[in-house]
């Protein structure tokens, strides 16, 4: 397992979920929910230097039959933005049923729907990066895809 601290994204169009790991790559924890807007990407840079992180991990939205959604190309979009912006890797991994999954786990605590979409997306966020860390760990490689900043430069 790579140490280093990982920086967990769930790219939405309306709010952008932000997680990050502990420095061991062990644990996942919410960090913030970003509002989508030009500045998004900053924010999100600024984050990965206040945690000094190593990588960030964006999730892909796939559908169920493996078939890009309407949200696969804005995710990687996203991704290519920070990959150009930032000399971290950016690495893509599915993220399939994660905001299904996310929703599910704020219902049974006792959130609405009302109320929890502020901290939905920092959810599906941990789950993403949860996941990531989780392969890492059992396949003894990192996980995803890695963008390849010199793409849409």
Known sequence: MR???RIGV????????????DPHGMLAT???TVQRAQKSVKRILALAEEYDAVEFVVGLPIALSGRDTASTGDAREFAQQLANKSSLPVRLVDERM???TAQSALRASGRT???SRSVV?????VI?????LDFERS???????????????
Not at 139 to 153: C, I, K, N, W
């Open 3 to 5: 140490s280093g601290t």
């Open 10 to 21: 769930d790219v939405g169009k309306v709010r952008v979920g932000v997680a990050r790991s």
């Open 30 to 32: 919410p960090v913030e």
């Open 98 to 100: 994660t905001t299904m």
């Open 113 to 115: 729907t009302k109320n």
């Open 121 to 125: 997306d920092q959810v599906a966020a």
């Open 128 to 132: 993403i990066l949860q996941h990531a």
């Open 139 to 153: 396949a003894a490689r990192p996980p995803g895809e890695l963008v390849d900043p010199t793409q849409g430069s």
